[in-house]
């Protein structure tokens, strides 16, 4: 069971409306939705304070949780990959559905001859590991370069800035793994 679904679920039981529920627990009341639409988890402390309001313990609350998290993911390669395309010559293409589930976020980047990926800033806590499968990469973290090749690697704390620059003859592409998801 989905954390949203149990929400929904006991909230129905205690017959309390979302308003009530936010008045109740502090925890606002288009937080409550996205919660029970599984569009986002919320913090621990929001959950202990539903928890609170709604008279069920915090163990009560997780028990069950678990068990239907563990999903296998399919995308097979003539399957269109959802896609975000930036104006330097680049593209990111996601490589796995339902981000909000998983612990961590699969992407292809591909960036095209003299192109770059956009700056990011991932929130403190992020992680990021970057292989190049094809072409050379800049990789500017925070105030130092690294150069990438074919079959380099680079893990690092993805909220330090950092863009990656193709320094290449040909197009550039990497896989990217983000933990946990940036949504």
């Known amino acids: ?12 039981e205690r017959k309390m409306a979302l308003k009530e529920l ?3 627990s502090g925890v606002q009341i288009a937080t409550l939705s996205r919660m029970e639409h599984d569009i986002m988890t919320g913090t621990l402390q ?3 304070n539903i928890c609170k309001a709604l008279g069920v313990s915090l163990a009560d609350f997780y028990r069950d949780v ?12 003539r399957q269109k990959h959802p896609s975000f395309v930036h104006p330097k010559k680049s593209t990111i293409e996601m490589l796995t559905t339902k981000v909000t589930e998983k612990k961590m976020m699969p992407l292809l ?7 770059q990926t956009h700056k990011e800033e991932n929130k403190p806590g992020t992680e990021k590991f970057i292989y190049v499968l094809e072409g050379k990469i ?3 973290i925070g105030k130092e370069e690294y150069k990438l090749s074919k079959g380099d690697s680079i893990y ?11 320094i290449g003859k040909a197009d550039s592409r990497a896989l990217s793994i983000l933990a946990p998801p940036a949504v």
């Open 1 to 12: 069971m989905r954390i949203g679904k149990k929400l929904k679920a006991i909230r129905k």
């Open 22 to 24: 936010a008045e109740k």
């Open 46 to 48: 929001s959950h202990i």
């Open 66 to 77: 678990e068990d239907e998290h563990k999903t296998v993911s399919l995308i097979k390669q």
């Open 109 to 115: 980047i591909k960036i095209r001859k003299g192109g």
């Open 138 to 140: 800049l990789a500017k």
């Open 156 to 166: 690092f704390d993805a909220s330090l800035p950092h863009v990656f620059h193709n």
